[in-house]
């Protein structure tokens, strides 16, 4: 079966990934959560990223904010796919760690969420997996249906309370 690896730079970052975990956890994704830092533990992020494959990962999802190089960092390791979740930290708001990973030097690819896109990077490591698992695609689709039809009951809710006031 296969798992993602959710990693952060930081134990602070928890309130800002767990909605790619959560949204794992209702897809039925496999997943494993670590704490790893690109700067203060290297060696522990080289040890994790070299041994991703074989320790069953088929996605990455790194999380860190400020210099916000553990996905690059990641991605210069392993031929995984990385998705980079830019955290809303630091005197800029993210921003420098959103630059981090959409300004990648060509042949080191990632992919980058937006600024505390934590759940658009559960749904998109899912979206990958399901290229080669019909039963992860047949769940992500009953997702997007759900989801769907969350917008549809809200445009009903939201139009039936405006009709009803007075002109």
């Known amino acids: 079966m296969a798992r993602v690896l959710i990693v952060m730079g930081s134990d602070s ?6 909605g790619a975990w959560k949204v ?3 897809l039925g994704v496999a ?12 060696d522990v992020v080289h040890e994790m990223a070299t041994g991703a494959r074989e320790a069953g990962y088929s996605v990455v999802i790194a999380a860190a904010g400020i210099a916000a190089h553990l996905a690059g960092v990641f991605a210069s390791l392993t ?13 800029l708001g ?16 990632i992919a980058s969420m937006g600024i505390g896109g934590a759940k658009n990077a559960g ?3 899912a979206a990958i997996l ?7 695609k047949t769940r992500l689709d009953l997702y997007r249906q759900k989801m769907a039809e969350g917008v549809r009951d809200a445009d009903l809710r939201l139009r039936a ?6 002109t």
């Open 31 to 42: 997943f494993d959560v670590r704490v790893a830092s690109a700067h203060r533990t290297p």
């Open 94 to 109: 993210g921003l420098d760690a959103l630059l981090s990973g959409v300004q990648m030097p060509p042949g080191v690819p």
């Open 123 to 125: 749904l998109f490591a």
């Open 130 to 136: 399901a290229v080669s698992d019909s039963a992860m």
């Open 13 to 18: 970052d928890v309130p800002n990934i767990e």
């Open 161 to 166: 309370k405006v009709a009803t006031k007075p």
């Open 79 to 91: 031929t995984l796919p990385v998705v980079a979740v830019p955290m809303p930290t630091g005197t």
């Open 24 to 26: 794992l956890e209702e």
